[in-house]
C-alpha cells in the first residue's frame, strides 16, 4: 500500500512538472509565430532588405526590357509597360509586408506659386544639364572614353509608349522612389532621406547625363513629396 501512494505521488509530480514544461513550450512557440506572421524586422535588416529590392528591381526591369525586346512585333511601350509593372512589384511588395509604418507625409495643400517655383527649378535643372552635356563629353572624349548611351534604333511613338511615359513610369518611380525609399529613409533625417531617395533615382537610370538630371529632378520632388504629399511630387513628375 506504501509503495502504491508513492508512485501515485511520483505520476502527479510528473505529471505537474510536465504541465510547465509543456505551457513554457508552448508560450515559446506562440512568441516565435507571432515573430513570424507579424514580420517584426529591425530597422537595421529593413533598410538591408529595401537596398535588395531596388537592386532586384532595377536588375529585372533591365532583364525584362532586353527579353520583351527580342520577341519580334513586340511594341516598345508594352516592353516598357510590362517590364516596370513586373519589376515594380518588387519593392512595393517589401514595402507592403514590412513591419512597422514608415512616417506619412503632410497633407498640406501647395499652392500655385509653389509648384510653378519648383517646376521651374527642376527644370533649370535639367536645361543646365543639357548644355553641359556637350562640355563634359568632350572632357570624356579627350580621355578616350564617352559617357553617352549607345545609340539604339529609332522609338516610333504610339500611344502605349506614350502612356508610359507621361503616367506610368512617373506614378510608379514616385511610388518607390518618394513612397518607399524616402518615407522609409526619413527617421535618419530628412535631407538625408531626399539625398539619398535622389541618388538612387538617379543611379536607376543607368546613364551619367540622364542621371545627373534624374539626381537633380529627384530633389525637388523628395522636397514636393516632403512637404506637400506623394500627389505633388507624382504631379511634378508628370509635369516635368
Not at 37 to 43: G, R
Not at 71 to 93: D, F, H, M
Not at 101 to 126: C, D, I, T, W
Request: glycine share 8%.
Amino acid at each position: 500500500m506504501e509503495l502504491f501512494q508513492k508512485s501515485l505521488k511520483f505520476v502527479k509530480v510528473s505529471h505537474k512538472t510536465t504541465g510547465i514544461y509543456y505551457d513554457r513550450l508552448n508560450l515559446a512557440a506562440k512568441a516565435a509565430w507571432e515573430v513570424v506572421m507579424v514580420k517584426k524586422i529591425t530597422p537595421l535588416h529593413s533598410l538591408t532588405w529595401l537596398w535588395c529590392s531596388l537592386l532586384a528591381y532595377s536588375v529585372l526591369f533591365g532583364s525584362l526590357q532586353k527579353l520583351l525586346s527580342s520577341v519580334p512585333g513586340l511594341p516598345e511601350g508594352v516592353v516598357l509597360l510590362l517590364s516596370c509593372a513586373v519589376a515594380s512589384a518588387i519593392p512595393l511588395l517589401w514595402s507592403a509586408l514590412v513591419s512597422g509604418e514608415a512616417p506619412h507625409f503632410p497633407s498640406q495643400k501647395a499652392s500655385l506659386g509653389s509648384l510653378a517655383f519648383l517646376m521651374s527649378v527642376a527644370l533649370s535643372g535639367n536645361l543646365a544639364v543639357m548644355v553641359l552635356t556637350p562640355v563634359l563629353e568632350r572632357v570624356w572624349n579627350l580621355a578616350g572614353f564617352t559617357a553617352q548611351a549607345a545609340a539604339v534604333g529609332e522609338e516610333i511613338a504610339t500611344p502605349l509608349l506614350a502612356m508610359y511615359i507621361c503616367i506610368v513610369g512617373p506614378v510608379l518611380e514616385e511610388l518607390i522612389y518618394r513612397g518607399v525609399v524616402l518615407r522609409r529613409l526619413l527617421p535618419g533625417g530628412a535631407r538625408q532621406a531626399i539625398l539619398l531617395s535622389a541618388l538612387c533615382f538617379g543611379l536607376m537610370h543607368h546613364d551619367l547625363y540622364q542621371g545627373l538630371s534624374a539626381f537633380w529632378c529627384g530633389l525637388i520632388f523628395g522636397y514636393a513629396a516632403l512637404h506637400y504629399g506623394l500627389g505633388t511630387s507624382i504631379g511634378l513628375h508628370i509635369a516635368g
